[in-house]
């Protein structure tokens, strides 16, 4: 039998909720890392580090970005090495040169961006690196098919093995990665900010999968901002802060105050939610329609208003039209159809920079590609989109001074972490390259705000920043359209909320009606009643 196929069986504990031994202090630590450093030039990622897996449970790891999280995950993984310190499997010290090594190890890891090959099908991707023996240099491919069909239907996932990643959903695609390592025989699970891109029913369903693995005697190990998901579904916690582990504790002896507080140091005051709605319209849209291919519509007759002051939510399944319209209103893609008036001016033929010259800002939500060039510098992306305005040259050529001060401010107002104006932004961490994209995008009055998922993949105290920095903005009179995939975030900031579902408005909810039920209704296709 495949070693994917074995089952670790425990005894149930009547006093336990769950099957195995994690719910005790004295729970079998199945892997060790001790006193770990890790240093990328003068900055230290990693200062002693040390925490223990045990066998069958749910550990959480916690912290702001910069604090060391995915980087102790990527050694543990093999992705690179410590500077100091040592892993223990089982008891006996390992030293892993490659990922490769780590997964023949029992070890695997869902990254955040998916490592996926998206012109290959589900089956390609899940042997590729798991190809084993061959019989006269060739797989046998039916018995791989088999097996991992096994997989899938144990699982009861819905994964269609001969189709290509390109055509799979978000959360298929973590389906996906989730049977990769599985397959390999995986037996300590690395999930790291796996809710991020899921919608309710989704997130729930692959907890669901989680405490399955745990029951079966896999540990597994989620980093994650959401600590309400880490209250809910963890055994553990792991605080980290600043290269540091502040504390390790039981999920039932702690409270989601007490870790936000360890992860940023300071109480995190709630998010206040006041209106500040005008009566001038800022955006409107009047049935905007984007072809797709065939007789399909990716938008089909979309319309909505923005008042001066509003934040009008967007939620829905990610492909349901969502990116079309952001596009459509950046000038990014012309519409077939429709007008888009921007204070009551059309702005279907105006260029990107046109639309950003009459005061549109635009968050995006794919940093990497679209919002910064990161192998520019801070200073390079602060001005971006604004170095052909005269705000920043003399007489033609670039006044650097101007710059620098420029960018200056925009670190000391948005808490950008960084050794200053001249940093390359690829070695800053997720959450600082969204500040700056933040920073960048807010400073000024912008009159219509599009945000495209601007917490996603930060930490508590960059959200709470970020959010307040998008009510502030609305309490000077912008109108801000918020896209995003995480409910709390919308429920929090929304005036209105707005949902899609194949290119259409499915439901818009008032503040007052906004429930999570009803919402996830109208995001699977449901009556929203």
Same mark, same amino acid.
């Given at each position: 039998m495949a070693r994917w196929l074995s089952k670790i069986r425990w005894r149930i504990d009547p006093n336990m909720t769950r099957i195995g031994l994690n719910k005790t202090e004295d729970s079998k630590a199945v892997c060790c890392l001790f006193n770990v450093c890790k240093s990328f030039g003068a900055v230290q990622a990693l200062h002693h580090v040390s925490l223990e897996i045990r066998r069958g449970e749910t550990l959480a790891i916690v912290g702001e970005n910069g604090a060391g999280k995915t980087t102790l995950m990527n050694i543990l993984f093999g992705l690179m090495a410590p500077d100091e310190g040592s892993i223990s499997l089982d008891g006996q010290e390992v030293v892993f040169k490659n990922a490769a090594q780590a997964i023949d190890a029992g070890i695997g890891m869902v990254h955040q961006h998916f490592m996926l090959y998206p012109n290959l099908t589900v089956l390609e991707n899940i042997l590729i690196g798991a190809e084993g023996k061959t019989r006269f240099g060739l797989l046998d491919f039916e018995k791989r098919r088999t097996e991992i069909l096994a997989l899938i239907d144990e699982f009861e996932f819905k994964l269609a093995v001969d189709k290509k990643v390109s055509e799979l959903s978000l959360d298929a695609q973590q389906q996906l990665e989730i049977i990769k390592i599985l397959y390999r025989g995986s037996q300590i699970i690395i999930l790291d900010e796996p809710t991020a891109i899921l919608i309710p029913k989704e997130i729930e369903a692959l907890f669901n999968v989680i405490k399955r693995l745990t029951d079966e005697g896999k540990s597994v190990i989620i980093v994650t901002h959401k600590l309400g998901e880490v209250m809910e579904n963890a055994d553990r916690v792991v605080v980290m802060r600043s290269g540091e582990v502040v504390d390790t504790l039981l999920i039932s002896q702690t409270s989601q105050a007490e870790l936000a507080k360890l992860m940023v140091g300071r109480e995190i005051e709630p998010l206040k939610k006041i209106a500040f709605i005008k009566d001038d319209v800022v955006l409107e849209v009047n049935g905007l329609t984007v072809q797709g291919t065939g007789k399909v519509a990716m938008l089909d007759n979309i319309s909505l208003q923005i008042k001066s002051g509003e934040i009008l939510g967007i939620a829905g399944v990610s492909g349901s039209g969502q990116k079309q319209l952001v596009e459509a209103l950046v000038g990014l893609r012309n519409p077939d159809g429709g007008e888009i008036l921007l204070d009551g001016v059309n702005v279907n033929s105006k260029s990107v920079r046109q639309r950003r010259d009459v005061g549109l800002a635009y968050i995006?939500? +794919?940093?990497?590609?679209?919002?910064?060039?990161?192998?520019?510098?801070?200073?390079?992306?602060?001005?971006?989109?604004?170095?052909?305005? #005269?705000?920043?040259? $003399?007489?033609? =050529?670039?006044?650097?001074? $101007?710059? /620098?001060?420029?960018?200056?401010?925009?670190?000391?107002?948005?808490?950008? /972490?960084?050794?200053?104006?001249?940093?390359?932004? +690829?070695?800053?961490?997720?959450?600082? $390259?969204?500040?700056? !994209?933040?920073?960048?995008?807010?400073?000024?009055?912008? /009159?219509?705000? !599009?945000?495209?998922?601007? &917490?996603?993949?930060?930490?508590? #105290?960059?959200?709470?920043?970020?959010?307040?920095?998008?009510?502030? &903005?609305? $309490?000077? #009179?912008?109108?801000? =359209?918020?896209?995003?995939?995480?409910?709390?975030?919308?429920?929090?900031?929304? +005036?209105?909320?707005?949902?899609?579902?194949?290119?259409?408005?499915?439901?818009?909810?008032?503040?007052?009606?906004?429930?999570?039920?009803?919402?996830?209704?109208?995001?699977?296709?449901?009556?929203?009643?």
């Open positions: 995006a939500e +794919d940093r990497m590609m679209v919002g910064l060039a990161v192998d520019a510098s801070v200073a390079e992306n602060a001005i971006a989109g604004r170095e052909a305005s #005269g705000q920043f040259t $003399k007489y033609g =050529l670039f006044n650097f001074q $101007k710059i /620098r001060e420029f960018t200056r401010d925009l670190i000391e107002r948005f808490d950008i /972490r960084t050794t200053g104006s001249a940093q390359i932004v +690829d070695d800053l961490s997720g959450g600082n $390259k969204q500040k700056i !994209i933040v920073a960048r995008e807010l400073n000024g009055s912008p /009159r219509l705000i !599009i945000a495209e998922n601007p &917490c996603w993949g930060v930490d508590i #105290g960059a959200i709470s920043f970020i959010q307040r920095q998008l009510l502030d &903005c609305a $309490k000077d #009179g912008a109108a801000v =359209l918020l896209i995003s995939t995480e409910l709390e975030e919308l429920f929090d900031l929304s +005036d209105r909320l707005s949902v899609f579902y194949e290119g259409r408005i499915s439901a818009t909810f008032t503040r007052a009606e906004l429930d999570i039920g009803r919402v996830g209704e109208a995001m699977a296709g449901g009556e929203a009643a």
